[in-house]
Nanobody, 120 residues
Framework: QVQLVESGGGLVQPGGSLRLSCAAS????????MGWYRQAPGKQRELVAS???????NYADSVKGRFTISRDNAKRTVNLQMKSLKPEDTAVYYC??????????????WGQGTQVTVSS
């Protein structure tokens, strides 16, 4: 089984910064794309940013220029550096990974979510 464990959420004032981290553990042969999604109350879960195993990145228009995604393949971690945070960034943030695990089976895994609240 594969687990994704997130950390780094919290309460921050508008204009502030936060860094989210996610570590994958378990029987992992290879991790393809990793990413961060978020879900605000009453809204659908949306992609925030993703990064391929080779380092290619993709961002939602709403976070371009403010958020930076990075990963460490050796440590099986993915990070999201968030700057110039806005109240509309408030949501539960989820880590996601596309993983080849036991017996080469490919599955999509999710973390438990971490709350980010941007408020004065």
């Amino acid at each position: 089984q594969v687990q994704l464990v997130e950390s780094g959420g919290g309460l921050v004032q508008p204009g502030g910064s936060l860094r989210l981290s996610c570590a994958a553990s378990g029987i992992i042969l290879m991790i393809n794309d990793m990413g961060w999604y978020r879900q605000a109350p009453g809204k659908q879960r949306e992609l925030v940013a993703s990064i391929s195993s080779s380092g290619s990145t993709n961002y939602a228009d709403s976070v371009k220029g403010r958020f930076t995604i990075s990963r460490d393949n050796a440590k099986r971690t993915v990070n999201l550096q968030m700057k110039s945070l806005k109240p509309e960034d408030t949501a539960v943030y989820y880590c996601n990974a596309d993983v080849y695990g036991l017996k080469g089976l490919r599955n999509d895994y999710w973390g438990q979510g971490t709350q980010v609240t941007v408020s004065s």
